[in-house]
């Protein structure tokens, strides 16, 4: 009889378990397919938006994010109340080890820290996605992704800078495309001290018109006065060169940048026909002797 009684139990726990464990895998399951469902009803809103120009794009990949992590949050909850083994193990360490859960707080204290600082980062609006940004001097790109714990930034390489959310929301962020994305781009060219200071200024000036990439921007009280599209001044000298500058306004910062190589290229190619020299520092050696000019110039 007892022996019986021990066979009914055993097959009990046994149903039991494989009760809780099927349990545990809908739960999974569940939370799959809801992940993959909400992802495409957002993915599908962000189309949508970005083909009518509405609506928030950075809110709406942060409010993605945060969703499917609160849904695996709320499975890994049911979970543990679901399976007795887990719910008694979860109630014993949270009343009895105090030190433990303040173990566990302080080291998720940087997570709490990233999440927090990316909900500021959604709120505020420093940044877009798709802006580009420069975050401390090292890290520029495009701004691909804003998650809960990190911002992810592809860089003009198309490799992916991941930065935690603490780090960006502490540091100085230059955004170059927030409110206009309209650049000035400074060129600079170096003259011999000796060449003709107004042409090289006439030909820099007629190179930067000539590129696709230049556009007017001047307001309509610098139309009045005259002032040239591009203004190129002398902005200092040095013991080789005469420093020249043009201002040139871009539609944006990667136009920009290829507009001021284009025009190196362009600039130094009418300067060699022009018979314009570049700025090139020179040095003048003193020798104590003849023996010792000989010596170091390799002379016989």
């Keep these: 009889m007892l022996n ?13 378990t494989i009760i809780y464990t099927s349990t545990a895998v809908l739960i999974v399951i569940g939370a799959i397919i809801l992940t993959r ?11 949508r938006d970005v083909e009518h120009q509405s609506g928030d794009l950075t809110r709406l990949r942060f409010l993605n994010n945060a969703i499917s992590a609160l849904i695996w949050f ?10 007795p083994q887990l719910r008694a193990l979860a109630i014993t360490l949270f009343a009895g080890a105090g030190i433990l859960v303040a ?4 080291a998720a204290q940087a997570a709490f820290a990233n999440i927090i600082s990316g909900i500021f980062i959604v709120m505020s609006r420093p940044f877009r996605v798709g802006d580009l940004i420069r975050v401390s ?3 520029q790109g495009f701004v691909d992704d804003i998650t809960l714990r990190h911002t992810v930034i592809r860089d003009f390489q198309n490799r992916r800078v991941v930065i935690p959310n603490s780090a960006v929301g502490a540091a100085n962020i230059l955004n170059h495309t927030i409110d206009d994305p309209k650049v000035r781009e400074y060129v600079e060219m ?3 001290l000796d060449s003709d200071m107004e042409l090289a200024i ?8 000539k590129h696709p990439y230049c556009i007017d921007n001047r ?5 009045t006065a005259g002032d040239p599209v591009v203004q190129v001044r002398v902005i200092g000298f040095d013991d080789s060169a005469t420093v020249l500058r043009a201002y040139v306004w871009v539609n944006d910062p990667v136009h920009a940048f290829l507009l001021r190589f284009d025009m190196y290229r362009s600039c130094k190619k009418r300067f060699d026909e022009e018979g314009i020299l570049l700025g090139i520092p020179h040095r003048m050696l003193m020798f104590k002797n003849s023996s010792e000019k000989k010596q170091i110039l390799g002379e016989e």
């Design 4 to 16: 019986l009684e021990l066979n009914i139990w055993d097959i009990i726990a046994e149903y039991s």
């Design 37 to 47: 469902v909400m992802g495409m009803l957002m993915r599908r809103i962000m189309r």
């Design 74 to 83: 709320t499975a890994l909850t049911l979970i543990i109340f679901t399976v």
């Design 103 to 106: 173990i566990i707080g302080f």
């Design 137 to 139: 001097p090292e890290y």
């Design 190 to 192: 170096r003259i011999s």
């Design 202 to 209: 006439k030909i820099m000036r007629e190179e930067a018109l």
């Design 219 to 223: 307001t309509p009280q610098e139309i």
